[in-house]
């Protein structure tokens, strides 16, 4: 008798034991699911906020053009922030020494291609390599095309790096949180404008993998200055227009 009333207590015990550790676990899913709504929710409102941003300056950039254009003056645009370079020969016939600048900038293999800040160290640099490689300056529409389509970022550490889709935008809030950067929109973002986290957004990216473009990069030849019909050399905002042709 005593044994059976032990047992029944025991019983008892163990069920309201289980009661509370499943009301326990209820609430604390309650709780992150609420937190990732309230992360998804920020999320939506500053990727909003960003492309609102990117319209008012189109639409002032072109209101600028207008008013130039009717008062009979040039219109001078704003300094461009960014580089996209693509390689665009492989390793026949690569010196040493623009390997090595190439290898420096990730561009291992032809058709990569990366995102460089603008500034006078680069531009020399690029003028070194550039019968190499086809850049230009990147819009808001390309760079956002290039990350949704072809976008990868890394994770882990040096030699032991996997790459992962940006799809994930879990991923890129777990990476660049830090950085005050938790989705896609404001990676964009900090691409186009060349912010202060712009080298830790870039490091994060992986060398985009691009195709070869229909019908090849130009009828006059890779070896052919851009400026002559060909394809190497500064695209400036023609790059967004071979970049559609590779993504």
């Known amino acids: 008798m005593i044994l059976e009333k032990l047992a029944t207590e025991s019983i008892q015990k163990k069920r309201f034991e289980n009661k509370k550790k499943g009301l326990e676990n209820l609430i ?68 040493p020494n623009i390997r090595k600048i190439l290898h420096l900038i990730r561009l291992r293999q032809i058709n990569n291609g990366v995102f460089l800040k603008v500034n006078t160290s680069t531009v020399r640099m690029l003028k070194k390599i550039e019968p190499f490689i086809a850049y230009g300056y990147p819009s808001v529409k390309s760079i956002r095309k290039l990350l949704t389509n072809r976008g990868f970022g890394k994770i882990g550490k040096r030699g032991e790096w996997k790459r992962v889709s940006l799809l994930d935008e879990g991923i890129i809030e777990q990476v660049l949180v830090g950085h005050g950067i938790s989705n896609i929109e404001e990676v964009i973002n900090e691409i186009y404008e060349g912010g202060s986290h712009f080298k830790e957004v870039n490091n994060f990216l992986w060398p985009f993998k691009l195709k070869s473009p229909k019908k090849g990069f130009s009828k006059f030849g890779k070896t052919i200055h851009v400026s002559e019909k060909g394809a190497c050399g500064n695209w400036e905002e023609g790059i967004n227009h071979l970049i559609f042709k590779m993504v």
């Open 28 to 95: 604390l899913r309650k709780k992150i699911s609420k937190k990732i709504l309230k992360s998804k929710e920020r999320r939506l409102l500053s990727a909003e906020s960003l492309i609102n941003g990117y319209k008012k300056k189109r639409q002032l950039k072109s209101r600028e053009k207008r008013l130039a254009r009717k008062e009979g003056k040039f219109f001078v645009p704003s300094r461009e922030k960014v580089f996209f370079v693509i390689r665009i020969k492989g390793i026949n016939g690569v010196p």
